[in-house]
């Protein structure tokens, strides 16, 4: 990102609105107990620096121990204050661990300063006091910074006060260490200690803003309590038939976050929601995450680029493509059918059980296929103002662009609620009617009001299937009618017309942070698919390779559109009998040429 691009997203942020004016409770307990860590360190690097000058063993098991106790009440002192809001000691890891990480930490420092001294010689010795008590001030200083952004993150939304102070920190320790090493015969170096200054910092940092409550070898099912307040909301998660809600996580090995929204069609009206057009539980067997086993779903790949992240998985079943916030009893012929739209409401619950366990990543990736595709977009907005405002965001969404028609938004998709959980501290969507807003306009004023964080659209060129978008696209052309599913083809080149017309206009309104990706065929969502590391159908950059420029905001993050983008794939989605227009005999897709 450049300076001039950098300085505009902070103008930006200096006008968005404070998330909270009181400290979220996760953030106050973890920016205590990371300023009490820092205490710590220094208390541990100070034992260390004596013992460089009286050798007493002793003494410094004493100090260790002192830490421990003084470490241990701060804890308890940092969960009490915020226990009716949560229980903190399932937020980070336990004190002992915690003094654990940092003893091991500080011995393994020392033991760096002390190779190449003679601790019986006083010079030599005092080399040593020296850079220790460099390393002292400086994890103290770096720890204390990091508790202070915690409690302050929408206040820093670019991090640029944590990463002055960091450096601040980081300058002086140079100098001292320095100044330091060029009297004595040390065999450690400035840039050798700070790398050990940072990896102690870091593993302290990820021990107290990721949970180890949550498992790391696989996908725990997280039952949410009936009720659960969050932001001046008393919520109750429940799926559309008034059965129990249930999500899932994985925690990973570095401090990024992933959350995914599952897809699963959608229902508007009686007909539609009686049919299984839309999946209306959310099962702890069934929606295991664990069962996937291709493209990025599955982790234990090791060319997925999120194999060693956090995953928040974001089951769907709802009927509202997550967006819900609506309980609604559709009629037809004098029966009544209770249906809960309450994606919304689902997704907010998620995002404080997220917001509780994963309180400061580095980045997070959200994404979702399909009807997940549009939780992503509708849902990341709150992710980025109140749950992690200073983390760095990139927005995927794979197979759901929106295309609709003006009669399917004016008159079915009011049903959801969707208006309750609009963002409406993005000025450009704050008072909109919904009949006026789009697909686009989500897009381009979150990407305009969130300049630092990137967003884009995933798609094959001609998305299929009664369950694709040409399939509800040609539900909506035909008055309604679910049966015009079953012959989704015939709406896949007006579809592809219209998908193309809105990626570009996306694209012109917010150039700096929006991209778009359009693959060959007629395939419906890309996320578990093995092609994702190997296909170039197209002429097209694999799409992990485009994936991995977009996490960096890289030279390769670019639009891209297929070549003879109606080349289909063996298993791609076709009519029952070929040729069927605009299916050749081939199985390929060919559309008369756009005038």
């Keep these: ?287 295991d995450p664990d069962d996937a086993s291709s493209g990025f779903a599955d982790l234990s790949d090791p060319l997925n680029p999120f194999r060693d992240w956090n995953v928040v998985f974001v089951p769907y079943c709802t009927g509202d493509i997550h967006w819900g916030d609506s309980a609604v009893d559709y009629t037809s012929g004098g029966q009544t059918l209770h249906i809960e739209h309450r994606g919304a409401v689902n997704a907010r619950v998620v995002e404080k059980w997220a917001r509780d366990h994963f309180v400061l990543p580095e980045q997070v990736f959200v994404t979702g296929s399909s009807a997940g595709a549009y939780g992503a977009i509708g849902n990341a907005p709150w992710h980025m103002e109140f749950a992690w405002p200073s983390s760095e965001f990139a927005v995927l969404g794979d197979a759901g662009n929106g295309v609709i028609t003006q009669d399917f938004l004016v008159n079915d998709l009011q049903n959801w609620g969707l208006e309750k959980n609009i963002p409406d501290w993005i000025p450009a969507l704050a008072g909109r009617d919904l009949a006026s807003l789009s697909i686009v306009d989500a897009y381009v004023e979150s990407a305009r009001f969130y300049p630092q964080n990137r967003f884009a659209t995933l798609t094959t060129a001609y998305d299929g299937n009664f369950g694709g978008q040409t399939g509800f696209y040609n539900i909506m052309l035909n008055g309604g009618n679910p049966a015009a599913a079953l012959s989704w083809w015939d709406a896949s080149c007006q579809w592809n017309e219209a998908m193309r017309a809105q990626n570009l206009e996306t694209f012109m309104r917010s150039p700096q942070n929006f991209r778009y990706y359009i693959g060959t065929g007629s395939r419906h969502t890309f996320w578990g698919w093995p092609g994702v590391y190997d296909d170039t159908t197209g002429g097209v950059p694999t799409l992990v390779d485009w994936v991995e420029e977009m996490l960096v905001g890289g030279p390769g993050w670019v639009n891209v559109e297929c070549a003879d983008c109606g080349t289909t794939f063996p298993s791609d989605p076709k009519p029952p009998a070929l040729p069927d227009p605009p299916f050749d005999a081939s199985g390929n897709i060919v559309c008369a040429p756009v005038e």
């Design 1 to 287: 990102m450049s300076r001039v691009t950098v300085l505009a997203a902070a103008l930006a942020l200096l006008a968005a609105p404070a998330s909270a004016e009181k400290i979220y409770g996760a953030d106050r307990c973890v920016s205590d107990k990371l300023r009490a860590a820092a205490t710590a360190c220094d208390a541990v690097l100070g034992a260390w620096a004596r013992f460089e000058r009286d050798g007493d063993e002793d003494r410094l098991d004493e100090a260790l121990g002192k830490v421990r106790g003084k470490l241990a009440r701060a804890w308890s002192r940092a969960e009490r204050r915020v226990a009716r809001e949560l229980d903190c000691s399932e937020t980070t890891a336990a004190s002992d661990a915690v003094a654990t990480e940092l003893e091991d930490a500080a011995e393994a420092y020392a033991t760096a300063v002390n190779e190449g001294l003679d601790l019986g010689d006083p010079a030599d010795a005092a080399c040593g006091r020296a850079l220790l008590e460099a390393g002292r001030d400086a994890c103290e200083e770096l720890l204390r910074a990091t508790g202070l952004h915690v409690r302050q993150k929408g206040k820093d939304r670019l991090r640029l006060r944590l990463a002055s102070q960091e450096a601040a920190a980081l300058a002086e320790f140079h100098e001292a260490a320095q100044a330091a090493t060029a009297a004595c015969g040390t065999a450690a170096t400035p840039p050798g200690l700070a790398g050990v200054l940072d990896a102690l910092v870091e593993d302290l940092v990820y021990a107290t803003t990721v949970s180890p409550a949550v498992d790391d070898q696989g996908f725990t099912p997280i039952d949410p309590d009936e009720v659960v307040s969050y932001l001046g909301r008393e919520l109750r998660p429940i799926c559309s038939r008034d059965t129990p809600y249930v999500f899932f996580a994985k925690r990973g090995s570095v401090n990024k976050l992933v959350v995914y929204y599952q897809g699963g069609g959608a229902c508007w009206n009686y007909l539609t929601c009686n049919l299984p057009t839309y999946k209306v539980e959310a099962d702890p067997l069934d929606d």
